[in-house]
T-cell receptor, first 118, second 116 residues
Framework: GAVVSQHPSWVICKSGTSVKIECRSL??????MFWYRQFPKQSLMLMAT?????????EQGVEKDKFLINHASLTLSTLTVTSAHPEDSSFYIC??????????????FGQGTRLTVV | AQKVTQAQTEISVVEKEDVTLDCVYE???????LFWYKQPPSGELVFLIR??????QNEISGRYSWNFQKSTSSFNFTITASQVVDSAVYFC?????????????FGQGTELSVKP
């Protein structure tokens, strides 16, 4: 299967600072990537759709100004959590798929990033 | 609206037992995809299977098997002769046919614990 790499795998930051998480498709080009958030013992909730060369599409209830998404190239999307607070502590995971070549292709997920805001 | 329900929050079995994880979905689409993913303690999601709504054939892959029944909107997952390494959270997910590159709606997940 395709490889999606996410970095860092974990990060601890102070309240009020910003944190950037990277998601890379290593062996294929992904015009669309997705960012999910997962609280402990809960399911994955889609936060936003990251589109290469255009603005991200956010799901209802997700603060655009807090979770900045940039998809500057066909292999890289970044999620920046701005002015992080303890309630932003969570597991963030990205996914990518080459659906342009295969409609319905499965999504491949990064390793996830565990963010802890202290 | 689309929805996936995994009613079993936690399941605990002893090694070598068979176990079935239930998944029920709701969608108004006539064409769609269903998926199962495994999430071990490390956190990454491992793809297990994709099934499109056109194909109701059951599938077997080693100790894993899947039963897709469109009439009851279910897509159940059975592990035969479970092993300790099967311990993980398993997610069932649904996407639209033209799924925008993997936009998935996940169930709540079932945490499987296989004890030696």
């Amino acid at each position: 299967g395709a490889v999606v790499s996410q970095h860092p795998s974990w990060v601890i930051c102070k309240s009020g600072t910003s944190v950037k998480i990277e998601c890379r498709s290593l062996d294929f080009q992904a015009t669309t990537m997705f960012w999910y958030r997962q609280f402990p013992k809960q399911s994955l909730m889609l936060m936003a759709t990251s589109n290469e060369g255009s603005k991200a599409t956010y799901e209802q209830g997700v603060e655009k100004d807090k979770f900045l998404i940039n998809h500057a190239s066909l292999t890289l999307s970044t999620l920046t959590v701005t002015s992080a607070h303890p309630e932003d502590s969570s597991f963030y995971i990205c996914s990518a798929s080459y659906f342009e070549e295969r409609p319905g292709a499965e999504a491949f997920f990064g390793q996830g990033t565990r963010l802890t805001v202290v | 609206a689309q929805k996936v329900t995994q009613a079993q929050t936690e399941i605990s079995v002893v090694e070598k037992e068979d176990v079935t994880l239930d998944c029920v979905y709701e969608t108004r689409d006539t064409t769609y995809y269903l998926f199962w993913y495994k999430q071990p303690p490390s956190g990454e999601l491992v793809f297990l299977i994709r099934r499109n709504s056109f194909d109701e054939q059951n599938e077997i892959s080693g100790r894993y098997s899947w039963n897709f029944q469109k009439s009851t909107s279910s897509f159940n997952f059975t592990i035969t002769a479970s092993q300790v390494v099967d311990s993980a959270v398993y997610f069932c997910a649904l996407s639209r046919f033209y799924n925008q590159g993997g936009k998935l709606i996940f169930g709540q997940g079932t945490e499987l614990s296989v004890k030696p």
